[in-house]
Each structure stands twice: as C-alpha cells, then as structure tokens.
Nanobody, 125 residues
C-alpha cells in the first residue's frame, strides 16, 4: 500500500507559478511511475505529466508542454510539479498518482493504482 499526500495548491494570478509536491509513504516509491492528473468541474480527469521510476523518462500533455516540469527525488519519496506561466484554464483539482508496474508512461487514470486526495489550483485572470 502507498499513501500519497499532495500540497502546494492555491490561488494565483495568470502568469504566476506554483509548485505542487506529492509525498509518498509505504511501499518503495523508487519503483513506481508517478503521474500528475487534473480534473476541472464537469470534466474528466486528465493526465498532466508523468515520470518513470528512475526519472529518466517523462511525459507532458500538449497543453502544459514548456510551462510545467515534473521531477522526483527517490531519496525523499517526493515528486513535484513545477507550474509556470499559469493560465485560467489550468484551474482544477490536481492529483498525484502512482503506477506500481512501471512498465512505461501510462496516460489513463485507470492505469494508476494509488491516488492522493487532491489539491486545488485556481488561476485568476
């Protein structure tokens, strides 16, 4: 079992930055692919970014490429999502998720096995 706790969400003006953190406890964090997803009201939960267990491979949704950066520190059991140049359309609840297979970058929420409780990000125009 893995427990994931997100932090770092909040209210920010368009063009601003936020850094989300996801702290993991439980089974070895270093063996999991980690993903960040987001869900806006009335919309599906979509992947934002993901990173393989070693950190050597990453994925970004087209909507955030060049603005967001995912990173991890396996010694600290933590994954981050640095979000720059935020836009109002980035407003959503952001979730951290873990895929214990680590067979590749997964893009669908049902392919992830453990989830955090979510953190709200609101970008004002």
């Amino acid at each position: 079992q893995v427990q994931l706790v997100e932090s770092g969400g909040g209210l920010v003006q368009a063009g601003g930055s936020l850094r989300l953190s996801c702290a993991a406890s439980g089974r070895p964090f270093s063996s999991y692919t980690m993903g960040w997803f987001r869900q806006a009201p009335g919309k599906e939960r979509d992947i934002v970014a993901a990173i393989r267990s070693s950190g050597g491979s990453t994925y970004y949704a087209d909507s955030v490429k060049g603005r967001f950066t995912i990173s991890r520190d396996n010694a600290k059991n933590t994954v981050w999502l640095q979000m720059n140049s935020l836009k109002p359309e980035d407003t959503a609840v952001y979730y951290c998720a873990a895929d214990f297979t680590d067979w590749g970058i997964r893009r669908k929420d049902y392919e992830y096995h453990y989830w955090g409780q979510g953190t709200q990000v609101t970008v004002s125009s």
